[in-house]
């Protein structure tokens, strides 16, 4: 069975179908092989570096974002993505998937129309608590949609939950082994801050100012970007040599970033997608700081962790002078981080990775393409 993926612009929309992959492949019925599987996404968008990792082939496409462009710029992107769903048209009659599997973000717009316009079972999956643009279009020609939730089902109508999909090595990493293999120490509380895919300047300056304080009771895990990584290796350096060893500083994790999950206490980050599954799946207590500049997605995925006990949330106007404060606040209270990772646990669906992958192979199996 062959298949072709789209989706990407930040992880959030690449990782969730990379668990729906692996979980195709482990499901004999569907008679796929890594090979059989081919992500469709932009020229330079961080889903190219992300499936390069991967055994999956990639083509790229053109496309061009909507949300916040002026009229010029929608106009261009329109024409960009007109030529990219002429471009996909061309990867389908070649390929001739059974079925596309759509993730969201702008770059999965020319795939998805060209997968309608042939006529190819499409199933375009929300990783996010609310729908944006790309999904809202995309699932009124879909074959089948899929969400993380009940409360996303409201916005999109006939939707299956099928709760959202993380990585199965998730649930099978320990925490002790996990720091071993990141040369952490074993029994010292972890912090592990990250900002996204592109990292977050507000979050690492914050913790710049943080750290004199932090490093003597904790180690800090610190995923930068590439933009900030030059000037936190500086501030590492800058701490006393018994401290430098308990700050760990990474541009950027790929396969690692499961280690990183399963070995921390506490997490501060963005609230993305990827937050609504990975954190549940490790009980990982959160501190998150929606961007202000993402719409309105961020902050409900927030809510919904904080709502649950899982979370608490910052203001990323207000991070400078609030982190240091409630970080303190929770590592000093071992048994309120105990119930805020009972509570992301409870959150978790383990068999959601399964439920996409069933769905996937369900309308491919009965759909048609020209």
């Keep these: 069975m062959r298949l072709m993926v789209t989706g990407g612009g930040t992880g959030g929309h690449v990782y ?5 992959l692996e979980a195709v492949l482990d499901q004999p019925s569907a008679g796929a092989k890594a090979e059989d599987i081919l992500w469709v996404g932009s020229h330079e968008g961080v889903e190219r570096d992300i499936v390069g990792r991967t055994a999956y082939g990639y083509a790229a496409v053109s496309t061009g974002p909507l949300r916040g462009a002026n009229p010029l710029q929608a106009l261009q992107s329109g024409w960009l993505i007109l ?10 009659r070649r390929w001739r998937p059974a079925a596309v599997l759509a993730t969201g973000g702008f ?9 309608w316009l042939r006529r190819v079972p499409l199933l375009v999956y929300l990783p996010d608590m609310e729908p944006g643009l790309a999904v809202k279009a995309l699932a009124r020609i879909a074959t089948r949609v899929a969400v993380s939730f009940e409360s996303a089902a409201q916005h999109l109508p006939g939707a299956v939950v099928t709760g959202y999909p993380v ?5 099978e990493t320990s925490r002790d082994d996990a720091r071993a293999a990141l040369a952490l120490e074993r029994d010292t509380p972890m912090l592990l801050v990250m900002g996204g895919s ?10 710049q100012q943080a750290l004199p304080r932090l490093l003597p009771r904790v180690q800090v895990l610190h995923i930068t970007g590439l933009v900030d990584y030059d000037e936190c290796l500086a501030m590492r350096a800058q701490q006393p040599a018994e401290l430098q060893a308990r700050y760990h500083v990474y541009a950027y994790l790929h396969e690692e970033m499961v280690l990183a999950l399963a070995a921390a206490d506490l997490v501060i980050a963005r609230s993305g997608a990827a937050t609504l599954g990975e954190f549940p799946a490790v009980g990982l207590p959160a501190v998150l700081v929606p961007y202000p500049y993402a719409g309105q997605h961020q902050r409900v995925n927030a809510a919904y962790l904080a709502d649950a006990g899982a979370a608490i949330v910052l203001e990323d106007d ?3 002078q609030e982190l240091l404060p409630a970080l303190e606040r929770l590592l000093g209270d071992r048994e309120a981080l105990q ?14 990775a399964a439920r996409i992958a069933e769905e996937l192979v369900s309308i491919a199996k009965g759909g048609r393409h020209g």
């Design 16 to 20: 969730p179908a990379l668990s729906a």
């Design 83 to 92: 030529r990219g769903a002429w471009q996909a048209r061309g990867l389908l």
């Design 107 to 115: 770059v999965s717009v020319p795939m998805a129309l060209a997968a």
């Design 167 to 171: 990585r199965r090595v998730l649930f």
């Design 198 to 207: 592109r990292g977050a300047r507000s979050i690492n300056q914050a913790l």
């Design 318 to 320: 207000r991070l400078a």
């Design 339 to 352: 119930r805020m990772s009972l509570a992301a646990r409870a959150l978790s669906k383990p068999r959601a």
